[in-house]
């Protein structure tokens, strides 16, 4: 019998994704997206990408896209622009700067503890795209993937969206890692310990706590959460945590949803309207903190720090405080670095035991 092995040249070479390489592991810390520039033209091409995810905006195509390119993307990029100028940086976008220092923070946490996990920061809209960094890390024979949204509530329009991303890159790969997502992290210890330290040091450096609390969150319609979206109830229990951490009754504090976009009913109560009412009934100095948002950005420093500041002041309040989002924050990197290694447990030899003391 001839036995002969399959010529030299028949082998294919192994595709790098598929050479044994022990710890493969790799986090992908995902974030909202941001426009490249202050600029009408940016903001066109931004909204135009943000605003066509059916995950954000659930009205039918066939009804929503002539209205987003016949209406809205003539006129909203012009005002948006204007509004992320008065924000922006030398550095670049608030989002796009405090997404790429969260991800530089927690890979050198990583490899303080010995571990080679690189972590790449992706947007959902934008650049470093999502599909972008999955290819990256695919290519360089990264066999695990832990995707991580900066998004501490689940919610359909940011969550599953950036899922959405990578099972899209998924479906087109003809090989790739094993992936595990992080739906929320709304109640995690890590996460509320991390807020109420944020508050607390505010209060140290003003010396006392303000009269009322507003804990802000992203809105979304009220139809999603009737459509069985879990967001408001995981916000209302964020901010009752923190309540409880905070020691604080409920008469002196306010859940509220900013960012409200189009006619439909959101959620409710909305953040300026009830500042303006706070103010009017004759509460003097408010703080406000939005613990949705993993980064500060437009919605926080210019929605929030700028114009609800305004709103306040206008209707009669005399001192109105903005506490700062986690950013790159000691516990909040302790908490993303928590959130690692409780996902990837069984990925990274020892971290099975950790989780298990
Ligand atoms: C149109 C519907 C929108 C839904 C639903 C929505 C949900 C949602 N968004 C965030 C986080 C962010 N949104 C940001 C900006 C922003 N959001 C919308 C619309 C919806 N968001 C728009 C049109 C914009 C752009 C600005 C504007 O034109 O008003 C941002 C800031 C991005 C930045 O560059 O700084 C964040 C972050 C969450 C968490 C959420 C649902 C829970
Ligand atoms: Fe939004
Ligand atoms: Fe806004």
Redesign the pocket.
Known sequence: MNASPLPHQALAPLHPAAQPAPRSVAIVLC?????DAPTPKA?RR??AQ??SDRR??EIPPLFWLPILHGIILRV?PR??AA??AS?WSEAG????VWTQRQAELLGQRLQQAGLDIPVLPAMRYGQPAIERQLQALHAQGRQRVLLLPL?P?Y?A??TASVFDAATLWLQRARSFPELRLVNDYHDHPGYIGALADSVRQHWQQQGKAAEHLVIS?????AR?VQLGDP?ADQCQRTAQLLAQALQLPPERLSVTFQ?R??PAQWLQPYTEPTLQALAKAGTRSVEVICP??A?D?????E?ISMEAREAFLEAGGQEFAYIPCLNDRTSHIDLLEQLVQQHVAGWVDGWVDMQQK
């Open positions: 974030n909202l997206g941001t426009p903001l931004y909204l943000f605003l954000v905006v909203r005002k948006a509004k992320y924000v976008s608030p989002l796009a998004y509530q919610c329009a940011t969150f992203h809105g979304i319609p999603n967001y960012s976009f189009g949705g948002f980064s950005c437009l919605e926080t420093l929605e």
